[in-house]
């Protein structure tokens, strides 16, 4: 039996879904998806899986951290410049993009009625009624959460931005994975309101594809951002040549997720979660957010350290966007999914986004620190790599990578890294930081 109160709000929410709709449907009718063959219903109320996601949801409200809640507030708001601006730039506003901030307003406008209507057929409450300890850190919502919103607007995003920008397609999948998990962590939404949203969103963006008043608009919209980007060219390489580093014929692709060889990975890393210490965890969350001077400082000592070395905290600061350039446009070849997305045995120790997993970030990044460091005190070179070596190493233990992954990453980042080593300009600036190390060098040799 329906309750007095469920029925008011069906009906409010109803009539707000009415309010919503636009005047026009010009990219896709408020009916034309069949909400309830698409999405399955939510977890029922006080069922086990309602009742594991409730606990989680508390747990990272708990132990929510600065980065997230930033994180949850970046995301809160709902616009297209939102994913445009960590992808291409802070150009991306609607002064810049007229055309493009109108298209995708219609796009939200047409999408809302959607999702209000899904979340009407379920009419599940949001997770901080059932939980009050639950404190959300954006300001809580006032619909029902099943499916989210933020989550079905964002993936429809990524199916649109897809088509009109194909080579950043692993970055729009990223957006809409980052909006996801600021819902969660914000405390807004149930993981399975999120992944209803994804679904929903990537159904609502393959309809509106069909829309020949769409195709018409993106045409114009392409138009646009070609321009801008033409007159915004992403940051170029400073210490390298992108010619000299041919990321396609340096790696294989990674193995297909159904292999026997990932298989064979996903096993490995179930078994090294089986043995994984509280000691170990606790590095590997370590090294997670490690940087150059916790890397270099392990090995030659405490003296190597930002504060006392500011020509060299300089130099690989600029070395770092390099390195930047070169982790995202590999990651972006092969959208490897992590190995947990994969397996539910994994329950990965760090947390990590949902960034395609192959090739190592952390493997690029160690392998050219190593690289970099042993030019500059070449009678520690081995200790650079054997501390490179346990960066992976922990990556691996983490669970977030496959094995293959780390080897991916060591072989990028030492390519990068002899690569950077034949650039004059380099070389120059080597020279400098050479002498600033000298000295703390000496007085440990006297």
């Not at 059932?130 to 499916?147: C, D, G, K, L, Q």
């Not at 990590?352 to 500059?376: K, M, N, V």
């Not at 501390?387 to 780390?406: F, I, M, N, Q, W």
């Amino acid at each position: 039996m329906i309750r007095p109160s469920s029925l008011l709000l069906a009906l409010a929410l109803a009539a707000q879904a009415a309010n919503l709709t636009p005047k026009t449907a010009d990219f896709i009718a408020p009916t034309a998806l069949d909400i309830p063959a698409l999405l399955p219903p939510p977890p029922a109320a006080g069922s086990l899986f309602a009742s594991a996601e409730l606990e989680l949801a508390a747990n990272l409200a708990r132990d929510r951290s600065p980065a997230q809640g930033n994180l949850a507030h970046y995301y809160d708001e709902q616009e297209v410049f939102r994913l445009l601006v960590p992808v291409l730039g802070d150009w991306c506003y609607a002064q810049n993009l007229p055309r493009t901030a109108a298209v995708f307003a219609q796009a939200y406008a047409e999408a809302t009625p959607i999702v209000e209507r899904a979340k009407a057929g379920w009419m599940r409450p949001r997770l901080y009624l059932a939980n009050p300890a639950i404190v959300p850190f954006i300001e809580r919502p006032h619909n029902t959460s099943y499916p989210s919103g933020h989550s079905t607007r964002s993936m429809m995003c990524a199916v649109l931005l897809t088509e009109l920008l194909p080579d950043h397609a692993a970055d729009w999948e990223q957006q809409a994975a980052l909006v996801r998990w600021s819902r969660q962590v914000g405390s807004a939404h149930y993981p399975s309101d999120t992944i209803a949203g994804k679904i929903l969103g990537e159904a609502i963006g393959r309809e509106m594809l069909k829309s020949p008043k769409l195709q018409i608009a993106l045409v114009e919209v392409r138009a646009e951002l070609t321009a801008q980007l033409a007159a915004h060219p992403p940051p170029q390489p400073r210490f390298y040549s992108a010619s000299e580093l041919n990321l396609r014929a340096l790696l294989e692709p990674p193995p297909a997720p159904d292999s026997p060889f990932t298989r064979a990975e996903l096993d490995v890393l179930v078994e090294l979660q089986a043995g994984r210490t509280p000691e170990q965890a606790a590095r590997c969350k370590r090294i997670e957010g490690e940087d150059l001077f916790l890397f270099g400082s392990e090995v030659v000592g405490p003296w190597f350290n930002a504060a006392a070395l500011p020509k060299t905290a300089a130099l690989f600061a600029a070395v770092q966007e390099d390195f930047r350039i070169v982790n995202r446009t590999s990651k972006a070849l092969w959208s490897r999914r992590r190995p947990s997305f994969l397996d539910p045995r994994l329950k990965p120790c760090v947390e990590f986004a949902d960034s395609p997993a192959y090739p190592s970030g952390h493997g690029i990044q160690s392998a050219l620190w190593s690289a970099l460091l042993g030019e500059l005190m070449p009678e520690h070179a081995g200790g650079f790599q054997q501390r490179a070596a346990e960066t992976r190493r922990y990556k691996l233990l983490s669970g977030v990578h496959y094995p293959s992954d780390l080897t991916a990453g060591q072989t990028v980042g030492e390519a990068l890294g002899r690569a950077m080593l034949r650039s004059p300009k380099l070389r120059a600036e080597l020279e400098a930081v050479r002498a600033e190390l000298a000295l703390y060098l000496q007085k440990r040799a006297a």
